[in-house]
């Protein structure tokens, strides 16, 4: 059985910082790789940035030089740390983390969301 657990998040201000958390519980014959998505209200879900199992890592244009994804496999955990938030960060922001089992397709799993509020 997969347990994917968010933590963080919060209430800050415009230039402050926030970090979340992603702890995946499961299956460790295969790899994870994690990814932050992000939904404001009345958008569509974005990208934000993922970490692949050997620590590759990928960024949305709008996060690039603020946001640093890093994984602890020692933990079985990725955070997101986000840093000079502004408002236009405000969002619901939710982890996938997709299991790798080497036979057949990958398999997501989404964590609860978490909400970020950043005022100006």
């Known amino acids: 059985q997969v347990n994917i657990v968010q933590s963080g998040g919060g209430l800050v201000q415009a230039g402050d910082s926030l970090r979340l958390s992603c702890t995946t519980s499961?299956?460790?014959?295969?790899?994870?790789?994690t990814a932050w998505f992000r939904r404001a209200l009345g958008k569509e879900r974005e990208f934000v940035a993922a970490?692949?199992?050997?620590?590759?890592?990928n960024y949305a244009d709008s996060v690039m030089g603020r946001f640093a994804i890093s994984r602890d496999n020692t933990k079985n955990t990725v955070n997101l740390q986000m840093n000079s938030l502004k408002p236009e960060d405000t969002a619901v922001y939710y982890c996938?983390?997709?299991?790798?089992?080497?036979?057949?397709?990958?398999?997501?799993?989404w964590g609860q969301g978490t909400q970020v509020t950043v005022s100006s």
């Open positions: 499961g299956p460790t014959g295969g790899a994870w790789s």
């Open positions: 970490v692949t199992s050997s620590g590759r890592t």
């Open positions: 996938l983390a997709t299991y790798y089992s080497g036979m057949g397709d990958p398999t997501d799993y």
